[in-house]
């Protein structure tokens, strides 16, 4: 069987840690100092502390804001949009989130912007 996860360099892995438990029921599996596993469904969510460019990581040297790719949007799908959508509407450290919106392709969705800059696209299963 074939896996994806995803590993997010963050600032602060104890408010990460908060924001993915309390709006998408994520599972703690392994909590450190610097780096946290998170199971959400079949999928892991890494959570690794920036402390930036760290020597010996194979892309030291290349790693930064500038170089991280155009864009990169993490989709999330969610049984309960409506549910989902209240619990990120509560939570306080979110830099910006959009409304619910049924998109023209007939799936409802909205738009996460967190406090590390990354865009999570949380949408209904069609």
Not at 3 to 19: A, D, M, R
Not at 42 to 69: C, M, P, R, W
């Amino acid at each position: 069987m074939t896996q994806i996860f995803i590993e997010l360099y963050v600032e602060n892995i104890t408010l990460n840690i908060k924001f993915f438990t309390s709006i998408f029921d994520c599972i703690v599996v392994r909590d450190e100092d610097d780096f946290s596993e998170l199971c959400l469904g079949n999928s892991i969510v890494l959570l690794n502390s920036y402390a930036g460019d760290v020597e010996g990581h194979t892309f030291h040297g290349k790693i930064n804001q500038k170089t991280n790719g155009i864009g990169v949007e993490i989709g999330i799908f969610v049984d309960d949009i409506d549910l989902v959508y209240a619990k990120a509407k509560k939570f306080k450290d979110i830099k910006s989130i959009s409304e619910l919106k049924l998109q023209d392709w007939g799936m409802t969705d909205f738009r996460i912007l967190t406090i590390d800059n990354y865009y999570i696209r949380v949408t209904s299963r069609k």
